[in-house]
């Protein structure tokens, strides 16, 4: 069955750095879009970033633009999401999610920005 695996998730001081993976069997993952969302405590889930199935057209919020950097590994079947000069408001726990925005997801992995 498809199972999404996130991680890398932590407690980091702004300014800080992750690197989030979500590794992915049970579909053929190289055909699909692939994309991080996030959900802020109290606040509804939100997009974060997508890319295509060749790691073309790589797309970002407007928030995390020229800090996150969206890639993929079509070999071992692993979405990446490396994350630069977090923010307080980057706290969230952050999910892939196949084929589309509200696709399926996996369990998560929890980043919280604080000093």
């Known amino acids: 069955q498809v199972q999404l695996v996130e991680s890398g998730g932590g407690s980091v001081q702004p300014g800080g750095s992750l690197r989030l993976s979500c590794a992915c069997s049970?579909?053929?993952?190289?055909?699909?879009?692939m994309y991080w969302v996030r959900q802020p405590p109290g606040k509804e889930l939100e997009w974060v970033s997508g890319?295509?199935?060749?790691?073309?057209?790589?797309s970002y919020a407007d928030s995390v633009k020229g800090r996150f950097t969206i890639s993929r590994d079509n070999q071992k079947d692993i979405l990446y999401l490396q994350m630069n000069d977090l923010k307080s408001d980057d706290t969230a726990v952050y999910y892939c999610?196949?084929?589309?925005?509200?696709?399926?997801r996996g369990q998560g992995t929890q980043v919280t920005v604080s000093s």
């Open positions: 890319i295509g199935p060749y790691g073309n057209h790589p």
């Open positions: 049970g579909f053929t993952f190289g055909s699909f879009w």
């Open positions: 999610a196949k084929d589309s925005v509200g696709g399926q």
